[in-house]
Protein backbone atom coordinates (compact mmCIF):
# COMPACT_ATOMS: atom_id res chain seq x y z
CA UNK A 1 0.00 0.00 0.00
CA UNK A 2 1.26 3.68 -1.11
CA UNK A 3 0.06 6.74 1.15
CA UNK A 4 2.18 8.67 -0.82
CA UNK A 5 -0.34 11.09 -1.95
CA UNK A 6 -1.50 14.39 -0.77
CA UNK A 7 -4.82 13.02 0.23
CA UNK A 8 -3.20 10.08 2.06
CA UNK A 9 -5.79 8.03 0.19
CA UNK A 10 -5.15 4.30 0.19
CA UNK A 11 -3.55 3.83 -3.84
CA UNK A 12 -5.19 0.15 -5.99
CA UNK A 13 -3.02 -1.20 -8.29
CA UNK A 14 -3.70 -4.96 -8.16
CA UNK A 15 -6.32 -5.85 -10.68
CA UNK A 16 -7.66 -8.48 -8.01
CA UNK A 17 -8.29 -5.71 -5.80
CA UNK A 18 -9.68 -3.24 -8.35
CA UNK A 19 -12.65 -6.24 -8.70
CA UNK A 20 -13.09 -7.20 -5.07
CA UNK A 21 -14.18 -3.58 -4.94
CA UNK A 22 -16.01 -3.48 -7.75
CA UNK A 23 -19.44 -4.42 -5.60
CA UNK A 24 -22.06 -2.38 -4.58
CA UNK A 25 -21.86 -3.73 -1.57
CA UNK A 26 -18.17 -3.70 -0.58
CA UNK A 27 -18.47 -0.26 -1.72
CA UNK A 28 -21.21 1.05 0.76
CA UNK A 29 -19.01 -1.24 3.53
CA UNK A 30 -15.91 0.72 3.09
CA UNK A 31 -17.58 4.23 2.67
CA UNK A 32 -19.29 4.22 5.85
CA UNK A 33 -15.99 3.13 7.55
CA UNK A 34 -14.38 5.94 6.07
CA UNK A 35 -17.09 8.32 7.17
CA UNK A 36 -18.38 7.33 10.43
CA UNK A 37 -14.87 5.14 11.74
CA UNK A 38 -14.90 1.63 12.66
CA UNK A 39 -17.55 -0.79 12.92
CA UNK A 40 -19.13 -4.05 13.63
CA UNK A 41 -20.72 -6.20 10.83
CA UNK A 42 -23.97 -6.36 12.81
CA UNK A 43 -23.78 -2.11 13.04
CA UNK A 44 -22.56 -2.27 9.31
CA UNK A 45 -25.52 -4.16 8.50
CA UNK A 46 -28.36 -2.05 7.75
CA UNK A 47 -26.58 0.61 6.49
CA UNK A 48 -25.28 -1.34 3.34
CA UNK A 49 -28.36 -3.79 2.81
CA UNK A 50 -27.17 -7.13 3.83
CA UNK A 51 -27.34 -9.28 6.34
CA UNK A 52 -24.22 -9.52 9.37
CA UNK A 53 -23.25 -12.86 8.10
CA UNK A 54 -23.02 -11.58 4.46
CA UNK A 55 -21.25 -8.22 5.72
CA UNK A 56 -18.21 -10.37 7.77
CA UNK A 57 -18.02 -12.22 4.21
CA UNK A 58 -17.53 -9.10 2.26
CA UNK A 59 -15.19 -7.61 5.12
CA UNK A 60 -12.77 -10.49 4.63
CA UNK A 61 -12.74 -10.52 0.87
CA UNK A 62 -11.72 -6.44 1.78
CA UNK A 63 -8.95 -7.14 4.25
CA UNK A 64 -7.32 -10.20 2.24
CA UNK A 65 -6.61 -6.80 -0.09
CA UNK A 66 -5.75 -4.50 2.98
CA UNK A 67 -8.53 -1.99 2.34
CA UNK A 68 -9.84 -2.71 6.01
CA UNK A 69 -8.37 -3.77 9.12
CA UNK A 70 -9.11 -4.81 12.45
CA UNK A 71 -9.37 -2.14 15.09
CA UNK A 72 -8.24 -2.81 18.31
CA UNK A 73 -9.98 -0.15 20.11
CA UNK A 74 -13.33 -1.09 21.24
CA UNK A 75 -13.93 -1.86 24.92
CA UNK A 76 -16.09 -4.85 24.10
CA UNK A 77 -14.21 -7.64 22.15
CA UNK A 78 -17.28 -9.95 21.88
CA UNK A 79 -17.66 -8.97 18.05
CA UNK A 80 -14.61 -8.43 15.24
CA UNK A 81 -14.52 -4.72 14.64
CA UNK A 82 -12.86 -3.07 11.60
CA UNK A 83 -11.84 -0.34 10.19
CA UNK A 84 -10.73 1.73 6.92
CA UNK A 85 -7.03 1.05 6.05
CA UNK A 86 -7.43 4.87 4.84
CA UNK A 87 -9.96 7.76 4.80
CA UNK A 88 -10.05 7.55 0.98
CA UNK A 89 -8.75 5.34 -2.37
CA UNK A 90 -7.54 5.91 -5.49
CA UNK A 91 -6.69 4.03 -8.67
CA UNK A 92 -4.98 4.81 -12.20
CA UNK A 93 -6.02 3.18 -15.43
CA UNK A 94 -3.62 0.26 -15.91
CA UNK A 95 -1.83 -0.14 -19.21
CA UNK A 96 -2.54 -3.52 -19.53
CA UNK A 97 -5.62 -5.20 -20.83
CA UNK A 98 -6.45 -6.77 -17.50
CA UNK A 99 -5.65 -3.70 -15.31
CA UNK A 100 -7.93 -2.04 -17.74
CA UNK A 101 -10.98 -4.37 -17.57
CA UNK A 102 -10.61 -4.01 -13.75
CA UNK A 103 -10.00 -0.35 -13.35
CA UNK A 104 -13.18 -0.41 -15.49
CA UNK A 105 -15.73 -2.32 -13.75
CA UNK A 106 -14.87 -0.33 -10.62
CA UNK A 107 -15.34 3.01 -12.38
CA UNK A 108 -19.02 1.66 -13.47
CA UNK A 109 -19.73 0.53 -10.10
CA UNK A 110 -18.63 3.64 -8.95
CA UNK A 111 -20.57 5.63 -11.50
CA UNK A 112 -23.66 3.68 -10.92
CA UNK A 113 -23.35 4.11 -6.95
CA UNK A 114 -23.20 7.82 -6.94
CA UNK A 115 -25.31 8.83 -10.03
CA UNK A 116 -28.38 9.73 -8.01
CA UNK A 117 -26.38 11.42 -5.06
CA UNK A 118 -26.71 15.21 -6.31
CA UNK A 119 -30.57 14.65 -6.77
CA UNK A 120 -30.72 12.97 -3.51
CA UNK A 121 -28.87 15.95 -2.09
CA UNK A 122 -31.42 18.29 -3.68
CA UNK A 123 -35.19 16.72 -2.75
CA UNK A 124 -33.23 16.29 0.97
CA UNK A 125 -30.59 17.98 2.11
CA UNK A 126 -30.83 21.21 0.13
CA UNK A 127 -34.37 22.43 1.82
CA UNK A 128 -32.84 22.01 5.15
CA UNK A 129 -29.62 24.32 4.54
CA UNK A 130 -29.64 28.14 5.99
CA UNK A 131 -29.34 30.30 2.76
CA UNK A 132 -25.60 31.10 3.01
CA UNK A 133 -24.69 27.41 2.40
CA UNK A 134 -27.51 26.83 -0.92
CA UNK A 135 -25.45 29.53 -1.90
CA UNK A 136 -22.57 28.51 -2.40
CA UNK A 137 -23.59 24.81 -3.58
CA UNK A 138 -24.60 23.47 -6.69
CA UNK A 139 -22.68 22.14 -9.86
CA UNK A 140 -20.46 23.12 -12.99
CA UNK A 141 -20.52 21.48 -16.75
CA UNK A 142 -16.94 22.69 -17.99
CA UNK A 143 -15.42 22.42 -21.12
CA UNK A 144 -11.90 22.81 -21.49
CA UNK A 145 -9.09 22.26 -24.70
CA UNK A 146 -5.85 20.93 -22.81
CA UNK A 147 -3.09 18.53 -23.30
CA UNK A 148 -2.49 15.63 -21.34
CA UNK A 149 0.35 17.71 -19.08
CA UNK A 150 -2.00 20.52 -18.64
CA UNK A 151 -4.92 18.22 -17.58
CA UNK A 152 -2.31 16.47 -14.92
CA UNK A 153 -1.18 19.72 -13.85
CA UNK A 154 -4.63 20.86 -13.27
CA UNK A 155 -5.74 17.35 -11.55
CA UNK A 156 -2.48 18.00 -8.91
CA UNK A 157 -3.57 22.49 -8.78
CA UNK A 158 -7.14 20.61 -7.54
CA UNK A 159 -5.45 18.21 -4.59
CA UNK A 160 -3.29 20.18 -3.44
CA UNK A 161 -5.30 23.27 -3.15
CA UNK A 162 -7.93 20.91 -1.14
CA UNK A 163 -5.70 18.41 0.43
CA UNK A 164 -5.35 20.53 4.34
CA UNK A 165 -9.12 20.17 4.18
CA UNK A 166 -9.06 16.32 3.76
CA UNK A 167 -6.84 15.46 5.74
CA UNK A 168 -8.12 17.98 8.37
CA UNK A 169 -9.54 16.38 11.61
CA UNK A 170 -13.22 17.28 11.54
CA UNK A 171 -12.52 17.62 15.70
CA UNK A 172 -10.19 20.35 14.65
CA UNK A 173 -12.23 22.22 12.22
CA UNK A 174 -13.50 25.59 12.77
CA UNK A 175 -16.81 26.72 14.62
CA UNK A 176 -19.44 26.56 11.68
CA UNK A 177 -17.52 24.13 9.67
CA UNK A 178 -19.95 21.29 8.16
CA UNK A 179 -19.35 18.28 5.94
CA UNK A 180 -19.26 19.58 1.70
CA UNK A 181 -19.34 16.27 -0.38
CA UNK A 182 -17.42 17.57 -3.85
CA UNK A 183 -18.25 15.43 -6.82
CA UNK A 184 -15.54 15.82 -9.53
CA UNK A 185 -15.66 13.93 -12.88
CA UNK A 186 -12.72 14.37 -15.53
CA UNK A 187 -13.75 13.24 -19.02
CA UNK A 188 -11.52 13.31 -21.66
CA UNK A 189 -13.11 13.33 -24.92
CA UNK A 190 -11.57 10.98 -27.70
CA UNK A 191 -10.10 12.30 -31.13
CA UNK A 192 -12.76 13.48 -33.57
CA UNK A 193 -15.40 14.15 -30.80
CA UNK A 194 -17.78 16.89 -31.85
CA UNK A 195 -21.04 17.83 -29.94
CA UNK A 196 -24.24 17.04 -31.62
CA UNK A 197 -25.75 19.72 -34.17
CA UNK A 198 -28.77 21.50 -32.36
CA UNK A 199 -32.35 20.24 -33.39
CA UNK A 200 -33.34 23.44 -35.47
CA UNK A 201 -37.09 22.05 -35.40
CA UNK A 202 -36.96 22.75 -31.58
CA UNK A 203 -37.30 26.58 -30.55
CA UNK A 204 -34.47 28.13 -28.41
CA UNK A 205 -34.05 28.51 -24.84
CA UNK A 206 -35.55 31.42 -23.82
Not at 33 to 53: E, F, I, M, N
Not at 56 to 64: D, G, T, V
Not at 100 to 125: I, T
Not at 146 to 161: A, F, Q, W, Y
Amino acid sequence: MSLKNRFVDFEIKDPQALRALAHPVRLAILERLQRHGPATATQLSPDVGASPSVVSWHLRHLARFGLVTDWDGATSKRERWWQAAARGFRFEMPDDPEGQSAARQLQGKMFARYADLPQHWLLNDEPRLANRWRQLAGMANTRIVVTVEELREIEDGIEKLLAPYVRRKETKAPAGARGVRLLRYSLPEPDGYSLPEPDETEAPAP
